[in-house]
């Protein structure tokens, strides 16, 4: 007889990695000064810190604002579509700051999230709007969420992971 696992089985394998790959979504063209080409140091740093404490936990963050450095490399849509599509595919999560407003491209990769059946983790401003699409029904959150705030860390964030792969939705 042959074994297939169900989705959750999978996630529960995922989640008893000792690395996982995650996919973080997060505004970019709407963040770059068409001037500069540059995106806020203060939002980069902020991106950064979240990314590099999530990398000292052994977990590997893939990002399209390092890929395009920051702006400065920015791909035409066309390649940065199949980059991102590419990454999704191995990612084992996917994390979505949504910005405010909503960053189309963050919905763009919700969707391909969506359509790999990947796990994800939705990041909100603090009274951020939410896509219609990810919004509760009758109380129950399709996704964990976690709060952009100043208090907002990588353990915050691993937590939401950590429910997401142990999602049975």
């Not at 963050?61 to 579509?81: D, I, K, N, Q, Y």
């Not at 963050?106 to 983790?121: F, N, R, S, T």
């Not at 009758?138 to 705030?149: A, I, L, M, Q, Y």
Request: overall charge negative.
């Amino acid at each position: 007889a042959f074994y297939f696992p169900t989705r959750h089985t999978h996630r529960l394998l995922v989640l008893n990695k000792s690395s996982w790959v995650i996919f973080f979504a997060a505004p970019f063209t709407q963040q770059v000064d068409p001037a500069t080409k540059q995106i806020s140091v203060t939002y980069r740093q902020r991106l950064e810190s979240l990314w590099t404490a999530i990398e000292s936990k052994g977990h590997r963050v893939f990002s399209a604002h390092r890929r395009e450095e920051w702006g400065m490399a920015l791909e035409t849509p066309c390649v940065a579509l199949a980059h991102d599509q590419a990454a999704i595919h191995e990612a084992d999560v996917l994390v979505a700051y949504l910005g405010t407003p909503l960053s189309p491209g963050v919905q763009l990769e919700i969707g391909m999230a969506l359509e790999k059946d990947l796990p994800i983790v939705v990041v909100r401003d603090t009274h951020g709007p939410c896509p219609y699409l990810l919004r509760a029904d009758s109380g129950h959150k399709p996704f964990p969420e976690v709060e952009w705030n100043d208090s907002l860390s990588a353990e915050h964030i691993l937590q939401a992971v950590r429910e997401a792969l142990s999602s049975q939705r």
